[in-house]
């Protein structure tokens, strides 16, 4: 309703901020007439009614700003009438001002919890009629002001909300070949956890076994978002390239240090999972404490023994991660802190020890994760979590249970070279410092062919690598890793050898020529080592740790030659693949 300068008052000559428009309802003549005058010389427009149903019509019809209402009217009385018009206004403020020579506590009690906001005692006073009109005149205002505010900012509420969704569907096409689907991962978070802190990234392994990040950034929306996206990149293509959990923690550290103020981090646990019976490797970085739960119940604590993503330079940054044996039935689990800081209406935190509680329960056989989640659920008493809960458990799982690698990237249409030669040799410092692997994959890749079989590729160059450095110039003893304990053993012996080797030499050979459709691929890789006899048999015995390197390299390959002393190793790969071959991209590694 427009409203209008009132001009000065033509009896006091005080000026008046507002002219507004005032229904008077009162069923007294003379009192209308009295109360219309008095009202007009302070400036305002008067509506007037002779009865409640009257003044609803009229209230109705012309929507004034503001209603004077006697109590005891013909009709309809003032109570209802008050109802009446509460209920037509809406969110809008219109004071009701009573006009009543009622005393009775009781029946000015009614006026109140019918709707009216005050009272105007008879006969009336010009100086108070006054005092009230500009008063509720200014609670008017103001109420208009913040009812204006509100739905701005509900406005640009869904805006946001609108904006974040778009950003979610860029963010989640960044992070399109993660693998959080497969049913050996269980995970809840926010739809929109990158918005709030928290992010979850899974993706497969090109040898088998998968890859998981989850972390915590400090703060909310744009900087968390922003942290998020280059995390997702380079977590999902490094691992997709086959780069090392330790390569790929170091890249998002200096990525974040380089583009993060000095307040906001991100910390983070990262699980590096390798196909059953294996190892799973965990880096910890400011997280709240995983857990490792074996298939009878033990729990095993998987600390914080590092400073969170984006702290340290990259020089002073630490991505040694911590190897635990795995078997088959065993999950790992991890979550955010808000688990922990969940609380009920009260205050009362879910706190650590309940989530150990839920987890260490084995009366039934319900996966740790479900547990977890009906422990908060019955903590929280059916109220809402907060957005920035985040758990995700991993059941570590046999090879054919897991999932299949998604490959780099689609086919060609080009035919690419014919025919062509590479030889990459390391030596000693090299072969301390550097994983040649992901550019090996990458050169093969360069095959339109072979982009399908990547998995394959990347196998058979791990399998080949490791047993040439492990074995060839390490010099360890395969037999350490037929047990638990002697697993343990070889692998710190190996990073112990590593770290002091001074010597050694590893070079690859590789050659491509086309076969009609497909193609055939060489893999030649020579050690300066001693050499070893090749096994009689070649066996996949899941039971085993050690000796399965070559049998998977056999199975996949078309054929596998030794060479002189067997530091010499060809391994030739066709495609599309022999009707006899054996392909089994989700066999477990094993040296």
């Known amino acids: 309703m ?3 300068d009132a001009g000065p008052d033509p009896v006091t000559q005080k000026p008046t901020t507002t002219r507004l428009r005032i229904l008077v309802a009162e069923d007294n003549d003379t009192d209308r007439m009295i109360l219309q005058k008095l009202v007009r010389r302070l400036g305002h427009d008067v509506i007037t009614a002779r009865d409640g149903m009257e003044a609803v019509e009229r209230y109705q019809a012309e929507r004034p700003e503001m209603v004077l209402l006697d109590v005891l009217m013909p009709a309809l009385d003032g109570n209802e009438a008050a109802r009446q018009i509460k209920e037509l206004a809406g969110e809008t403020l219109v004071p009701v001002i009573f006009l009543t020579s009622l005393s009775d506590p009781e029946e000015l009690a009614r006026c109140l919890a019918s709707g009216g906001d005050d009272f105007l005692s008879k006969p009336y006073n010009r100086v108070i ?27 640009r509420n869904e805006q946001l909300i609108s904006e974040q969704q778009v950003a979610r569907r860029v963010f989640d096409n960044v992070a399109h070949r993660g693998c959080l689907g497969a049913r050996s991962i269980r995970y809840h978070c926010s739809p929109l956890s990158v918005f709030n802190g928290d992010i979850l990234f899974a993706c497969p392994r090109p040898a088998g076994g998968v890859n998981l990040l989850i972390g915590d950034f400090t703060g909310h929306g744009l900087p968390a978002a922003i942290g998020a996206m280059p995390v997702a990149e380079i977590f999902y293509g490094m691992t997709g390239k086959g780069f090392s959990a330790g390569d790929i923690l170091r890249e998002i ?15 983070a646990a990262f699980v590096e999972a390798e196909s059953w019976p294996g190892r799973v490797r965990i880096w910890n970085g400011g997280l709240p404490d995983g857990y490792l739960i074996r298939r009878d119940g033990r729990r095993m604590t998987l600390p914080s023994e590092h400073l969170p993503l984006g702290v340290v330079s990259p020089e002073r940054f630490c991505a040694d991660m911590t190897a635990y044996d795995a078997k088959e039935g065993d999950t790992v689990v991890f979550a955010t802190d808000g688990v922990m800081e969940a609380s009920t209406a009260q205050g009362e935190a879910f706190g650590e020890q309940r989530l150990m509680a839920a987890l260490d329960d084995t009366t039934d ?38 999932i299949d690698y998604a490959p780099l990237a689609a086919s060609s249409g080009l035919p690419g070279p014919p025919e062509w030669d ?26 339109p062919g072979l982009q399908a079989h990547s998995g394959d590729i990347y196998i058979i160059l791990s399998e080949l690598y490791t047993n040439a450095l492990e074995h060839g110039i390490l010099t360890l003893p395969s037999d350490w890793k037929r047990s638990a304990s002697g697993f343990g053993q070889y692998y710190a012996e190996r990073e112990k050898r590593l770290r002091t080797l001074s010597g050694g030499e590893i070079t690859f050979r590789l050659h491509h020529r086309r076969l009609g459709a497909g193609g055939e691929l060489v893999i030649e890789c020579q050690d300066s080592g001693d050499g070893f006899a090749a096994p009689a048999e ?5 039971t085993e740790y050690a000796g399965r390197g070559l049998a998977l390299i056999h199975r996949l390959c078309h054929r596998l030659e030794h060479i002189g002393k067997g530091n010499h190793v060809a391994a030739i790969y066709r495609w599309p693949p022999d009707q006899g071959a054996q392909h089994d991209r989700n066999t477990a590694s094993g040296h």
């Not at 903590?379 to 799982?397: C, H, N, P, Q, Y």
Request: aromatic share 6%; charged share 25%.
């Open 253 to 267: 550290n200096q990525k974040l240090t380089a583009i993060l103020t000095t307040d906001l981090f991100c910390c």
């Open 538 to 542: 070649l066996s996949l015995d899941q």
């Open 129 to 155: 009629i006054e005092a009230k009109i500009r008063a509720f005149e200014r609670m008017r205002q103001m109420h208009q002001t913040l009812t204006v505010q509100r739905d701005l900012i509900r406005a």
């Open 422 to 447: 590479c030889q990459y040799t390391l030596t000693g410092e090299s072969l301390r410092q550097f994983n040649p692997l992901p550019l090996l994959l990458h050169i093969c890749l360069e095959v």
């Open 365 to 402: 056989d319900t996966a740790p994760f479900d547990r977890v989640i009906e422990a908060l659920r019955a903590f929280m008493g059916g109220r809402e979590w907060a957005d920035d809960l985040t758990i995700v458990s991993l059941d570590l799982m046999r090879p054919d249970d897991t």
């Open 2 to 4: 427009a409203e209008h």
